[in-house]
């Protein structure tokens, strides 16, 4: 997904305009590496349709990945950010297992 197409940017922006602002976007590799992060609970949101990277393991390592789909997604910005901020409180409590 090309950067400027990546749904994830309308979702970073509309996030913090309806108050999570412990939502964060992280681009990488010139674009080509979109996620979006929070760190507590420690989540991380991968669209489905990028890329495996192995910037996931060195960002994130202790972070539970949940994959997007174009699905959740397709209904624009507002429903990915309900869908967030839903999932968000599904995890609150998420903590990293440790070894």
Known sequence: MAEQDHPFHAVADLAQRRGLKDLEI???????????YQATPPLFFKHRD???????????????????????????PEATVALIRSLLEKFADYTPRRS
Do not use: N, W
């Open 26 to 36: 992280k681009v990488e590799r010139g674009g080509d590496y979109v996620r979006l």
């Open 50 to 76: 990028d890329p495996s990277d192995s910037f996931d393991r060195e960002a994130f390592h202790d972070f539970k990945r949940i994959l997007l789909s174009e699905e959740d997604c397709a209904q624009g």
